[in-house]
Nanobody
């Protein structure tokens, strides 16, 4: 039932910008805390930006390394989530995923997490 599709990644030089977007279906974004995650090969996936549900006032938190550079925005009517990424650094290189926090299950009855394919962000000169 859950479907998440990320887009907007690409190759940029250090200091450049990208805007990632995520389209979801099967679940209502507005009732969930939503987040952007990232993962590099061989490393643990980490949450980088989080925005709470509309019920809790869309409170936003970022990991320290992206504060002042990344901005997370939700658009609940079409079930979209965005991540504006500015002043990109090589260490931001990763596959970026959107999901709820905690992550959506594949179905309401399943205990397994659902993840989309992500979008690759590469920051290099």
């Amino acid at each position: 039932q859950v479907r998440l599709a990320e887009a907007g990644g690409g190759l940029v030089q250090p200091g450049g910008s990208l805007k990632l977007d995520c389209v979801g279906s099967g679940r209502m974004f507005s009732l969930n805390d939503m987040a952007w995650y990232r993962q590099t090969t061989g490393k643990e996936r980490e949450l980088v930006a989080r925005i709470s549900s509309i019920t809790t006032g869309e409170e936003i938190k970022y990991i320290e390394s992206v504060k002042g550079r990344f901005t997370i925005v939700r658009d609940n009517t079409p079930n979209r989530l965005y991540l504006q990424m500015n002043s990109l650094r090589p260490e931001d290189t990763a596959v970026y995923y959107c999901n709820a926090d905690p992550p959506f299950h594949a179905t309401y009855e399943s205990t397994a997490e659902y993840w989309g394919h992500g979008t690759q962000v590469t920051v290099s000169a």
